[in-house]
């Protein structure tokens, strides 16, 4: 169990840095949109805390998947929900959502389509990559149990007068 927390805190670290930058990126496109024109040192500090903190949650909790006797739907749904109560959090936070009942599910409605599709494609890349790998081997094999075979054959006819 050590190593999955000293793992999720160096992954979390890598991430976090990447917070504030992507924070910075978010307010330079609401500004670009005239959405926010100033913004008070407390919303920036306040942004750039919680960007690193979700940042640091964010890229620690990939390491759920290495955990070999976690079930992997168990997995992608602890992973999922710690993901969507963080963001939720940090939305809310920052004022970034409205607080009442019909931002929170228009929001909760995006975050479950938007993972499942980041899931569907991350399914599909994989499969594909397993059915190449899978091909690769069959032919390896093919080609080995081709030669095996003109081996015997070899062998056979140097048996015989």
């Known amino acids: 169990m050590k190593k999955y927390v000293l793992e999720f805190f160096r992954r979390g670290l890598v991430a976090c840095g990447f917070g504030?930058?992507?924070?910075?990126?978010?307010?330079?496109?609401?500004?670009?949109?005239?959405?926010?024109?100033?913004?008070?040192?407390?919303?920036?500090?306040?942004?750039?805390?919680?960007?690193?903190?979700?940042?640091?949650?964010?890229?620690?909790m990939n390491v759920i998947y290495q955990i070999e006797r976690l079930p992997l739907m168990r997995a992608i749904l602890i992973h999922g929900c710690v993901l969507y109560i963080s963001y939720l959090g940090t939305y809310l936070l920052n004022d970034w959502l409205e607080r009442g009942v019909t931002p929170i599910l228009g929001f909760t409605g995006i975050f479950i389509l938007g993972y499942f599709l980041i899931w569907v494609i991350i399914y599909s890349i994989t499969k594909r990559n397993t059915e190449k790998?899978?091909?690769?081997?069959?032919?390896?094999?093919?080609?080995?149990?081709n030669e095996h075979a003109l081996f015997s054959i070899v062998d056979k006819n140097r048996l015989l007068p």
């Open 20 to 60: 504030p930058i992507i924070l910075a990126i978010v307010y330079l496109i609401l500004q670009h949109q005239a959405i926010v024109e100033t913004l008070t040192v407390n919303q920036v500090c306040l942004g750039i805390f919680s960007l690193s903190a979700l940042a640091f949650i964010a890229g620690g």
């Open 133 to 145: 790998l899978n091909k690769i081997l069959q032919q390896k094999q093919r080609a080995e149990d």
